[in-house]
């Protein structure tokens, strides 16, 4: 029996595309001016730039006088955002798997108080947080913001991890302890390869966190030799002095092409996020 001709998948499809392009045209417009503002003089009545120049991205090559070295400031940032990511997956792939697999006392109790402490915004608890950490010494540093924005983000990580261990089959681990394994050996070996596509989406989540917020270090870590690319970017929009709208522009682009190196490279597995475990 000859089987069945399937739809073409173009011709169900191209409608949602053409609106999705049609729709994200004006976005993409924005992103292309916002460049070419940074490589380009124009007169503030003029329409059209009158030449190319990169005195925009002069930061680039030297430090501009009240601020911080901007490669100096990238590396702060990138240790924020990587130490960050690397707690968040350690503790959240430890505690998940302890919540999903373990009958621990009170498991339900510590659940919801994860899920209550996820609800209060970070700003709430700035106050509380700004005085720990100037009693422990750890104002003005980035251990102190790194451990405080891990600990925001643990609750949200804790849950997902959860939930993909949940999706793992008791089959793949028992089979592990019928051969002798350890409970370690096991949750290393055949649990976690698992749930890769959970961690490698929490470590994308918490990483693109670490690099964007501003809240947390702007009140916790001001100052110039622990400042990270949020913090430096804000500078530029206080500064009446050298205020340089195209220059902040610029650090805005430099500012997001990481991210978009980072979105390209692991997209994937967000595309794969319920691919955990297979049951049966």
């Given at each position: 029996m000859a089987e069945r001709s399937q739809p073409s998948a173009n011709?169900?499809?191209?409608?949602?595309?053409s609106a999705l392009t049609i729709?994200?045209?004006?976005?993409?417009?924005?992103?292309?001016?916002?460049?070419?503002?940074?490589?380009?003089?124009?007169q503030a009545d003029a329409l059209l730039p009158s030449g190319l120049t990169l005195d925009h991205w002069?930061?680039?090559w030297q430090t501009m006088e009240g601020k911080a070295n901007i490669?100096?400031?990238?590396?702060?940032?990138?240790?924020?955002?990587?130490?960050?990511?690397?707690?968040?997956?350690i503790v959240s792939s430890m505690a998940g798997y302890v919540l999903s697999r373990l009958n621990v006392p009170a498991r339900g109790f510590f659940l919801a108080g994860v899920m209550v402490l996820h609800a209060f915004p970070s700003v709430t608890l700035i106050i509380a947080i700004f005085i720990v950490l100037q009693m422990i010494g750890l104002y003005n540093s980035l251990i102190g913001v790194i451990l405080v924005k891990a600990a925001?983000?643990?609750?949200?990580?804790?849950?997902?991890?959860?939930?993909?261990?949940?999706?793992?089959p008791w089959e793949i681990e028992m089979a592990g302890v019928v051969d002798g394994a350890s409970r370690f050996r096991v949750w290393r070996s055949l649990v976690l390869p698992q749930v890769k596509p959970g961690i490698m989406a929490l470590g994308l989540f918490s990483f693109l966190s670490g690099w964007g917020e501003f809240i947390l270090p702007q009140v916790l870590a001001p100052g110039n030799q622990v400042q990270v690319l949020s913090?430096?970017?804000?500078g530029f929009l206080f500064d009446d002095n050298n205020y340089d709208f195209n220059m902040f522009k610029a650090v805005g682009v430099f500012y997001l092409v990481p991210v978009l190196i980072v979105y390209a490279v692991f997209n994937k597995y967000l595309m794969n996020i319920y691919g955990g475990g297979n049951k049966g």
């Open positions: 011709y169900s499809s191209w409608p949602v595309i729709v994200s045209l004006p976005l993409l417009l924005m992103y292309v001016y916002l460049f070419l503002d940074t490589v380009t003089v124009k002069r930061f680039l490669w100096q400031v990238t590396a702060n940032t990138l240790l924020f955002a990587t130490c960050t990511t690397s707690v968040v997956l925001i983000d643990l609750p949200l990580g804790i849950w997902l991890m959860k939930g993909f261990y949940d999706t793992v913090v430096y970017l804000a």
